[in-house]
């Protein structure tokens, strides 16, 4: 009903994936002016998809304020991640995504728990104590935060930048389907825009590393890493997180691939790309010993 009352126009890049196929009837229930980009199945674009995201991303921040939309979506093929561009045509994705998101659930749903990764920023638990919410950090990787989900005790949201959005009431899967459904509901039941969601968020500083290592020297790695750092507070529960004061860094190795992803937040992008780059040659010195 919320949703209906609203009366929104959005515009939905199906990037021509299996979304095309079931989220156009659910909207057409809600009262929805939509206007769908990529709309049929092509499986050799969805290959492709990869290397043109921001390019699908960036047509869609042009169309939104140009045909006067509140909000525009781009459904992932495989249906599982999602993107959105405001009515500014301000694109929210990865980081900045999780962050909107978050504080759309903490004012829509007073009093919410939002679990998010080790790799989400700090800024997260300023926007749940700003609304009276809390934060439950969880592993990494997208089964950790699908078990979480599924438990009686689930939170009202899950998501990570890269994982995706889980809303356990319907699944305890990624479904950019509901996601979308649920952004456009909290936007409806708040009375909030698109832009406001943006404009609400504080910046964020994170930075991304990623750096080659042997599979066999991973664990001496990261015991080196946690002798060197015996000073400081350590956070184990996925790899290593080193906090200091108002910036962290840490230190995860990939579960498929010979590397390490570093990623480091502080009070600007310099100084979290400064500390990022100190540990990436932290490692990469201990894989060359």
Not at 49 to 54: T, V
Not at 197 to 214: E, F, G, S, T, Y
Not at 253 to 265: G, H, I, M, N
């Amino acid at each position: 009903a919320e949703i209906r009352d609203r009366g929104f126009k959005i515009i939905v890049d199906y990037a021509y994936g299996n979304a095309a196929t079931t989220l156009p009837h659910l909207l057409s229930k809600l009262n929805i002016e939509m206007v769908a980009l990529n709309a049929y199945l092509d499986e050799a674009k969805v290959r492709r998809f990869g290397d043109d995201r921001e390019r699908y991303l960036y047509q869609l921040s042009t169309i939104v304020p140009t045909l006067g939309a509140d909000i525009g979506i781009l459904v992932e093929p495989g249906a599982e991640n999602v993107s959105i561009v405001d009515d500014r045509g301000r694109i929210a994705e990865d980081d900045l995504l999780l962050s909107v998101v978050a504080d759309l659930v903490f004012t829509g749903m007073p009093g919410a728990v939002v679990a998010v990764p080790v790799t989400a920023s700090s800024r997260l638990d300023a926007i749940a104590r700003e609304h009276g919410g809390s934060i439950v950090r969880t592993k990494a990787d997208r089964r950790s935060m699908m078990e979480l989900c599924a438990r009686p005790s689930a939170p009202a949201f899950a998501g990570g930048a890269r994982e995706g959005l889980i809303f356990p009431e319907f699944s305890p899967a990624f479904d950019a389907i509901y996601a979308s459904a649920k952004i456009l509901e909290l936007l409806a039941r708040t009375r909030r825009k698109a832009s406001d969601l943006i404009d609400a968020v504080p910046p964020l500083h994170l930075v991304r590393r990623k750096v080659n290592c042997p599979w066999e020297r991973k664990g001496v790695i990261m015991r080196e890493l946690i002798s060197q750092s015996r000073d400081r507070t350590l956070d184990l529960l996925d790899g290593v997180k080193i906090v200091e004061h108002d910036k962290w860094v840490l230190v995860l190795p990939d579960p498929s691939d010979p590397l390490f992803t570093v990623v480091a937040e502080a009070g600007d992008d310099a100084e979290a790309s400064r500390l990022a780059d100190e540990y990436a040659g932290r490692i990469a010195e201990l894989v060359g010993v």
